[in-house]
């Protein structure tokens, strides 16, 4: 359904305040002293607010509506279910078709289950044995990987399948990554029975899903990373308005408004590419999948730079544990590595350009 713009501003304003009072900078950097984990009240205000089941089957919202939700989060460096639950589970739930096993899926996440989803890129087989079927492989790096559920895709001689596996069935190792506002595992299921209770979908309903997640997932991470460059261009702009040097503040310094001056043009373009991927993305365009790793190397890149240059603009502090800085760089380099790498999503906007651009640019 599309939104009109008052309605996400709305939406968004709600998403701000929710973090603001229950992920304020003295619980992210409680969560990163103790080690990752759920805040409960968080959770609750999250599954209460349908910010976890916007994309579900039956909901009104979509991905613009996300956006705006995912976009608070990263400002707030929130841990939640967003990437792991509310997008990939939601995306493969919207977009295969309905069934027995999608229903059951559905009433257990209305009963309070989590999920997360594997095989996007891979990773997953099944085999045939006779009549008996059994799904093997491993992740090592799987998002909000302390989830109920687990939607695998796998490949196999009758081609790709997505299953819905009760993670009881898989092992889990909990990672510690750079950035401990995130919950990582590593998960390994070992050659697991299945049958066609556990199929959501097959052959190329099964691989629309996959392609639909890995570009719900992609623009997730890009405009997780645009709050993380928003919010450190804010409490940069905020540090050097009244910091004082010389008597007089340091962002009056002409060497200071450059290096600000290049944090806002980053952050203005990693929302001008990101509202373009969701444009093309929603309209279903021909060239979604280059203009979304577009969005996804330029803001995640650029949040990167811009925090780091938010340390740099803070001085001593912004070395310091205490600060907020070294999250939100810690974030953006997290988000740059998730998923799909670098070199893969300046590869795919390489294949999109024709022969003649590239003979035009050289």
């Not at 939104?3 to 900078?25: C, I, N």
């Not at 969005?295 to 811009?306: D, I, Q, T």
Request: aromatic share 4%; with cysteine.
């Amino acid at each position: 359904m599309a939104a009109d713009h008052q309605e996400l501003d709305d939406l968004q304003t709600a998403a701000r305040e929710v973090f603001a009072d229950l992920s304020s900078s003295e619980d992210v950097h409680r969560v990163i002293d103790t080690g990752p984990g759920r805040d409960a009240a968080l959770e609750r205000q999250l599954t209460g607010l349908g910010f976890y089941s916007v994309l579900l089957p039956g909901e009104d919202g979509d991905l613009a509506h996300l956006a705006r939700i995912v976009v608070e989060a990263g400002a707030a460096t929130a841990t939640t279910r967003l990437l792991g639950h509310a997008v990939g589970l939601g995306t493969a739930l919207a977009a295969v078709p309905d069934s027995p096993t999608r229903t059951r899926v559905l009433d257990r996440v209305a009963g309070g289950a989590t999920g997360a989803v594997l095989g996007t890129t891979g990773g997953f087989r099944h085999r045939a044995d006779g009549a008996s079927r059994a799904v093997e492989g491993a992740e090592a790096v799987v998002p909000d990987a302390d989830a109920d559920l687990l939607l695998i895709w796998s490949e196999g001689d009758d081609g790709p399948r997505l299953w819905a596996v009760d993670a009881s069935r898989a092992e889990r190792t909990d990672l510690a990554p750079i950035d401990r506002t995130r919950l990582l595992g590593a998960v390994w299921l070992p050659a697991t029975p299945v049958t066609d209770d556990d199929l959501l979908a097959a052959g190329a309903d099964a691989a629309r899903a996959r392609t639909a997640v890995r570009r719900a997932l992609e623009l997730a991470l890009a405009f997780d990373s645009l709050g993380v460059a928003r919010r450190a261009l804010a409490l940069t702009v905020a540090y050097v308005s009244t910091r004082e040097q010389f008597g007089r503040p340091v962002g009056s310094f002409q060497a200071v408004q450059h290096q600000a001056a290049d944090m806002a043009v980053r952050t203005e373009l990693a929302q001008a590419v990101c509202d373009a991927a969701l444009a093309e993305l929603l309209d279903g365009a021909t060239q979604a999948d280059a203009t979304i790793a577009m969005a996804r190397e330029v803001a995640c890149a650029g949040a990167s730079w811009v925090a780091g240059r938010a340390i740099q603009l803070h001085g001593g502090i912004g070395y310091t544990w205490e600060h907020d800085a070294h999250i939100l760089l810690k974030r953006a380099k997290l988000n740059e590595a998730l998923v799909t790498s670098a070199r893969d999503r300046r590869r795919v906007v390489l294949d999109a350009l024709a022969p003649a651009d590239l003979e035009t640019a050289s």
